[in-house]
T-cell receptor, first 115, second 113 residues
């Protein structure tokens, strides 16, 4: 079946503007993760959704960042008042459950550039 | 805290050379260990994993052994191909509570014909 998809693939925005990034997980996957990868750095965890439970937002770097997920489907990551340090690749992943052996499947990412 | 350290790249090799990409970790408890690969223009893909000490993960000719005594999970391949050119990420997942992945910074591998 289809993998994790993300849109847009690239986004260029001006400092101070808001952006929305979208993730479509694999159908049936209850767990969804957002990560950020800055240039030359590893992936940083941002937020985690599991079914209808309250999301784990412990990785969000500031209150400018928020994310929503409708049930077990699409998620959007919103960055308000973007700053240049927000420039990064934003990766979404999904997995079938929060079980110990579940593999996370990643999307191709959204490359965000804040000018 | 939990962290992963892997060798900086790029690693440049000729086709059929032996590959080692070093990865060490720091973790509370007993993590599961992973290698992910990112080919140009594609998303991260799981390459192999090991869930307990002395386990060996293997896939596509790549291998890595979970070494608890040295807290390492080095990636090896006996004979690389041009098609192996990609960025390789070592990661751990602590198997308690919510299981986010903690990644290393990635190592770019360039294989020339």
């Amino acid at each position: 079946g289809a993998g994790v998809s993300q849109s847009p693939s690239n986004k260029v925005t001006e400092k101070g503007k808001d952006v929305e990034l979208r993730c479509d997980p694999i159908s049936g996957h209850t767990a969804l993760y957002w990560y950020r990868q800055r240039l030359g750095q590893g992936l940083e965890f941002l937020i985690y959704f599991q079914g209808n439970s309250a999301p784990d937002k412990s990785g969000l770097p500031s209150d400018r960042f928020s994310a929503e997920r409708t049930g077990e489907s699409v998620s959007t990551l919103t960055i308000q008042r973007t700053q240049q340090e927000d420039s990064a690749v934003y990766l979404c992943a999904s997995s079938a459950s929060r079980g110990k052996e579940e593999t996370q499947y990643f999307g191709p990412g959204t490359r965000l550039l804040v000018l | 805290g939990n962290s992963v350290t892997q060798m900086e790249g790029p690693v440049t090799l000729s086709e059929e050379a032996f590959l080692t990409i070093n990865c060490t970790y720091t973790a509370t408890g007993y993590p599961s260990l992973f290698w992910y690969v990112q080919y140009p223009g594609e998303g991260l893909q799981l390459l192999l994993k090991a869930t307990k000490a002395d386990d060996k993960g293997s896939n596509k000719g790549f291998e890595a052994t979970y070494r608890k005594e040295t807290t390492s999970f080095h990636l090896e391949k006996g004979s690389v191909q041009v098609s192996d050119s990609a960025v390789y990420f070592c990661a751990l997942r602590v198997n308690t509570g919510f299981q986010k992945l903690v990644f290393g910074t990635g190592t770019r591998l360039l294989v020339s014909p």
